[in-house]
């Protein structure tokens, strides 16, 4: 379940979006009374009279559960699931008017909560950093009654995704050492020797027509890295420089991937920190910096 929560200026617009038959149907209320969007909006108005300083009077609330969750859900719940969310919140459900309306006009059933922050005293609900805790709360309700976190299911996903991406990060890491060793005179021949091992190497552009940065897609698994994701020491922007040709006064940058050349000293350093050859003839130089660049 995921929520968001902001304090909003109201008015008739939003009620209309939220309190729509076409939409969904009416959960729970406290202190509001009418059967229509405009006839609900103007009963909060009423109260909100008392505070004609505060612009942002009503505090818009929409808790989404999974589509999994939504679709076992009964009335009961959902409204126990709003009462304790409002409650954790620190918004009083009991003392405060608010309507709360399930919309279900998309895949799964969510929740709008419309509150007034206008007290019946006149004084103000206190709205700091109300959408960092909504997020909080949602997670913690979740949990207490039995539901699937957002929190949770972000954590599961992205430890699913590391355990794929560490595979295919050593594919690309390898099918990029062996491209270089066939000496691409340039990306052009770089691009195609990595396409042979079924990985699209895709630069992109930035507004002056040169290269900023590269993506790898992996096909067979449809992974889709950046370069600094596969490895920080992937840097292709150093290994394939860009040949300027100068027309006039003036330098035209072209855009054709043949020229950009490879840098022949970074490309044999490259080739020499990742040979299998650990000869006595290796620089130094290059044996410490083994220690960096890691396939």
């Given at each position: 379940m995921?929520?968001?929560?902001k304090?909003?200026?109201?008015?008739?617009a939003l009620f209309?979006?939220?309190?729509?038959?076409?939409?969904?149907?009416?959960?729970?209320?406290?202190?509001?009374s009418g059967?229509?969007?405009?006839?609900?909006?103007l009963d909060?108005a009423?109260?909100?009279?008392q505070?004609?300083?505060?612009?942002?009077?009503?505090?818009?609330i929409v808790l989404s559960?999974?589509?999994t969750d939504?679709?076992i859900?009964?009335d009961?719940?959902?409204?126990k699931l709003?009462?304790?969310?409002?409650k954790?919140?620190?918004?009083?459900?009991?003392?405060?008017?608010f309507?709360?309306f399930?919309?279900?006009?998309?895949d799964?059933?969510?929740?709008?909560?419309?509150?007034?922050?206008?007290?019946?005293d006149?004084?103000?609900i206190?709205d700091?950093f109300?959408?960092?805790?909504a997020?909080?709360v949602a997670?913690e309700v979740?949990?207490k009654?039995?539901w699937?976190?957002?929190k949770i299911?972000?954590?599961?996903k992205e430890a699913?995704?590391?355990?794929?991406?560490?595979?295919?990060?050593?594919?690309?890491?390898?099918?990029?050492y062996?491209?270089?060793?066939?000496n691409?005179?340039?990306?052009?021949?770089?691009?195609s020797?990595?396409?042979?091992e079924?990985?699209?190497?895709t630069?992109?552009l930035?507004?002056?027509?040169?290269?900023q940065?590269?993506?790898?897609?992996?096909?067979p698994t449809?992974?889709?890295?950046k370069a600094?994701?596969?490895?920080?020491?992937?840097?292709?922007?150093?290994?394939f420089t860009?040949?300027?040709?100068k027309?006039?006064?003036?330098?035209q940058i072209?855009?054709?991937?043949s020229?950009?050349?490879?840098?022949n000293?970074?490309?044999s350093?490259i080739v020499?920190?990742?040979?299998?050859?650990t000869?006595?003839d290796?620089?130094e130089?290059?044996?410490?910096?083994r220690?960096?660049f890691?396939r």
């Amino acid at each position: 379940m995921i929520s968001k929560a902001k304090s909003c200026p109201g008015g008739s617009a939003l009620f209309n979006y939220v309190v729509n038959d076409k939409k969904g149907y009416e959960l729970a209320r406290n202190g509001l009374s009418g059967t229509t969007a405009q006839e609900l909006f103007l009963d909060m108005a009423i109260m909100q009279q008392q505070n004609h300083r505060c612009v942002n009077n009503t505090i818009s609330i929409v808790l989404s559960p999974t589509i999994t969750d939504s679709r076992i859900m009964t009335d009961s719940q959902l409204t126990k699931l709003t009462e304790d969310f409002l409650k954790n919140l620190e918004l009083d459900p009991d003392k405060n008017q608010f309507i709360a309306f399930v919309h279900t006009e998309k895949d799964h059933k969510h929740v709008h909560i419309l509150m007034n922050r206008v007290k019946p005293d006149g004084k103000l609900i206190q709205d700091n950093f109300i959408s960092k805790k909504a997020q909080r709360v949602a997670h913690e309700v979740a949990l207490k009654q039995g539901w699937t976190s957002a929190k949770i299911l972000k954590e599961s996903k992205e430890a699913v995704n590391k355990n794929q991406f560490k595979e295919v990060k050593k594919i690309i890491k390898d099918a990029h050492y062996k491209s270089l060793e066939s000496n691409p005179k340039n990306l052009k021949e770089y691009i195609s020797l990595m396409a042979r091992e079924k990985i699209i190497v895709t630069p992109t552009l930035n507004k002056q027509g040169t290269i900023q940065g590269y993506r790898f897609l992996h096909e067979p698994t449809g992974v889709d890295l950046k370069a600094s994701e596969v490895d920080r020491n992937l840097k292709l922007n150093e290994l394939f420089t860009e040949q300027i040709m100068k027309t006039g006064e003036s330098n035209q940058i072209i855009k054709d991937f043949s020229n950009y050349k490879v840098s022949n000293n970074i490309l044999s350093g490259i080739v020499q920190l990742y040979s299998p050859n650990t000869s006595e003839d290796i620089p130094e130089e290059i044996k410490k910096k083994r220690k960096i660049f890691k396939r």
